[in-house]
């Protein structure tokens, strides 16, 4: 009874936690393109349309994502509402839930304090923070292939309860396909290969197992593929298949990249945990059974995941965003050794750490002074790209007061790093709260003003025109941000893909267009009829009359 109060006690500490971070000032910025747009597109759609098999976009079927995640959506936006909250609201229940999950896994490998530091680590570096923050799919992915591997790390080591660990571990990555597709399978597997070559093929694993194993997944994972055939959407199904073919073999809409593009997404965009993870990193464990085969299946899904999506010719920057688990793992064994007096944090590594500390608090600490240099960064910007230096031209503001979130972080990473200096143990967690704080501030204030300079225009126009039984769409750019804030219904869905029906054809219904400054006067010249209403911060807005 008191062991359950006491996990009660931990687990209510968790949440509030994960709320004090994640939850306050959740829908104060619009969704944003390409992808918050597009899921939350997804789940308005299957509200309006009552069809909730079937993921769409623009009211015709969308092969790029299974649903699990849009059903998440739909029932958050049936409790707050359609709107920016309610699409990101369940990423932050993936972060509460993420956290417990760290902290229970380090409370099973080491001790609480060790489970605490991981939590912090987590919590305490940039991408990580941020993506609970969203409303892309991700987070619960990366969640769910996460709690298969614990699980099967368990059902290795098991003494009793082996099944039940399987069936978790099976469990978990059917949901983790039904989220986001069979690069969850894609990824165990591999890692689950050049674990066998680590372990010279003597494993726990009867052919009973693996049967268990593959037909859960099947069940879980492949149900909504199953579903889509028998209602007769092969075309659905080939497409999907398609699209992931495409993701590996082409740069898929643009996103290309380096092969060591996603090397530097994680030392840059995981930091600190990215710099402080590098002393265990290295290390060849041979401790306790659990343990050991917990660092060796950590330091192969690093590297699975990283190679893989080096590999892919595909580069998006979550697409490596299951390191973040592994990367804050080691961090935690650098807390556990460095405050158990095993290790001495490198002047080197704390050089590093220091001069990237300053740089990204510098970063926030210069934006008040944008406005006493906005037009000649116009000017420059203007020579070559006019539509981003109309974007600059937003009346977005800048006070002072967020320099200090700049120069608080800096002088919080210096502190830190002298304690750590001088061997105190709360060196490393100051640099992990303050790096919390300093990332929590700078989304609160500074991510309204990018998108200020952004999206903003469009959006404000699409949502002025929602109201309306019109066609709205964008021209020469992609977006969904037309179809979730111009709240475009079933009846114009169709014939707003057709771009050049509703420049050109007969029409019944007034026709709202949206296209960027640089395409004005091919756009005018090409078609006469169209009529245009205002342009701000590097949009023009223009409609047909019908």
Request: proline content about 3%.
């Amino acid at each position: 009874m008191k062991q359950n109060s006491s996990q009660l006690v931990v687990f209510g500490f968790v949440v509030l936690y994960g709320l004090l971070f994640f939850l306050p000032f959740l829908g104060q910025v619009h969704l944003f393109d390409w992808d918050e747009i597009n899921f939350a597109e997804s789940a308005r759609e299957m509200i309006a349309s009552g069809d909730y098999l079937t993921v769409q976009i623009n009211f015709q079927p969308f092969w790029e994502k299974p649903p699990l995640f849009i059903w998440l959506q739909v029932l958050s936006m049936k409790i707050f509402g359609i709107n920016e909250f309610a699409a990101r609201f369940p990423n932050v229940i993936c972060g509460i839930l993420s956290l417990w999950v760290l902290f229970n896994t380090g409370r099973k490998l080491y001790d609480s304090k060790f489970g605490f530091y991981w939590m912090l680590a987590y919590v305490g570096s940039f991408l990580p923070f941020f993506y609970f923050k969203s409303g892309i799919i991700d987070p619960w992915f990366n969640l769910f292939i996460f709690l298969g591997i614990i699980h099967f790390v368990y059902y290795q080591k098991a003494e009793d309860k082996a099944d039940y660990h399987l069936i978790i571990s099976a469990l978990s990555i059917g949901m983790a396909i039904l989220t986001k597709g069979p690069a969850a399978i894609l990824i165990f597997l591999i890692s689950f290969g050049v674990y066998l070559v680590f372990r010279r093929f003597k494993i726990r694993a009867s052919f009973r197992d693996v049967m268990v194993f593959f037909l859960v997944v099947f069940f879980i994972g492949g149900s909504w593929y199953l579903l889509q055939i028998i209602k007769g959407n092969y075309q659905l199904i080939r497409e999907f298949i398609l699209y992931q073919i495409r993701l590996l073999t082409t740069e898929d809409a643009g996103h290309g990249g380096f092969f060591l593009y996603h090397f530097f997404v994680l030392l840059v965009g995981v930091f600190p945990a990215s710099f402080m993870a590098l002393l265990s990193f290295k290390d060849h464990f041979d401790g306790p059974g659990l343990r050991k085969e917990f660092f060796l299946f950590m330091m192969i899904l690093f590297w699975v995941v990283l190679i893989l999506f080096s590999i892919v010719n595909t580069k998006i920057v979550h697409y490596s965003s299951l390191c973040y688990f592994p990367i804050t793992y080691f961090t935690a064994l650098t807390f556990r050794k460095y405050e158990n007096s095993e290790i001495r944090i490198p002047l080197l590594l704390k050089y590093f750490t220091g001069i990237a500390g300053v740089f990204f608090g510098l970063l926030v600490a210069i934006l008040p002074f944008i406005d006493l240099y906005i037009d000649k960064i116009i000017e420059i910007i203007g020579r070559n790209d006019p539509f981003a230096a109309a974007n600059l031209q937003a009346d977005v503001s800048w006070p002072w007061f967020i320099s200090l979130v700049g120069i608080g972080f800096i002088i919080a990473v210096i502190t830190s790093l002298r304690l750590i200096n001088r061997n105190r143990n709360w060196g490393m967690r100051i640099l992990f709260i303050s790096c919390s704080v300093f990332i929590y501030l700078t989304i609160t204030l500074v991510t309204p003003r990018i998108e200020g300079y952004t999206q903003r225009a469009a959006v404000e126009f699409f949502k002025s025109v929602s109201s309306e039984k019109a066609y709205i769409t964008t021209l020469g750019y992609k977006s969904y941000a037309h179809l979730y804030y111009g709240k475009v219904d079933p009846e114009c869905g169709l014939m707003t893909a057709d771009s050049h029906f509703l420049l050109e054809g007969d029409i019944d219904l007034d026709a709202y267009f949206v296209f960027k400054i640089n395409r004005k006067e091919n756009y005018l010249k090409e078609y006469p009829l169209l009529e245009i209403l205002y342009e701000k911060n590097g949009f023009v807005f223009a409609r047909r009359r019908k």
